[in-house]
């Protein structure tokens, strides 16, 4: 199998001109009918999805629109509610109340404790209104800012702050 045929020169070229004559036609014509069954095989794309296709490609931009719009809203929410800003006035009222409570029960101005826990109270009302998104643990240190100046006002023992929901 490894020897190779023996060939004159004269023979190969009547064995090239043979096939160039009658095989490499039939090859040709094989050929164009298998890629013409091939072609008639395969349906042709749907008319609508080019349309379907901008369609979704416009749905995609609009939502990455949209994304981007609620990204920018997302931002400015967050440069508005400052946490920080409520929790110093939550430490500042707690260190306050604290200072209430250490004084002598039995003072002569019961009232003018009465005001400064009213105003106390009314402004850690505008502290939680002016700021939508108050976390739980500003909600249970209020709750506790609360009981305290209960007891401070001389209500009866209040229950300790809940947990939040």
């Known amino acids: 199998m490894g020897t190779e045929i023996q060939v004159s020169a004269e023979e190969r070229r ?21 890629i013409g069954a091939a072609r008639w095989a395969v ?17 995609i931009e609009s939502l990455r629109a949209e994304n981007a719009a609620l990204r920018t809203q997302m931002d400015a929410l967050g440069q508005r509610v400052q946490h920080p800003a409520v929790d110093r006035r939550l430490e500042a009222a707690e260190a306050r109340l604290a200072a209430i409570e250490r004084r ?20 850690l009302e505008s502290a939680v209104s002016a700021h939508d998104t108050v976390t739980r643990s500003n909600l249970t240190r209020l709750r506790d800012l609360e009981s305290r100046m209960g007891a401070v006002d001389g209500a009866s023992a209040s229950a300790p702050a809940a947990p939040a929901p």
């Open 14 to 34: 009547f064995l090239r001109r043979f096939f160039r004559r009658q095989a490499l036609p039939w090859m040709l014509v094989l050929g164009v009918v298998a």
């Open 43 to 59: 349906p042709a794309a749907d008319p609508g999805l080019e349309m379907r296709l901008r369609e979704s490609i416009a749905a």
């Open 104 to 123: 002598p029960a039995a003072s002569a101005d019961a009232s003018g404790v009465d005001d400064r826990l009213a105003r106390l109270e009314g402004r």
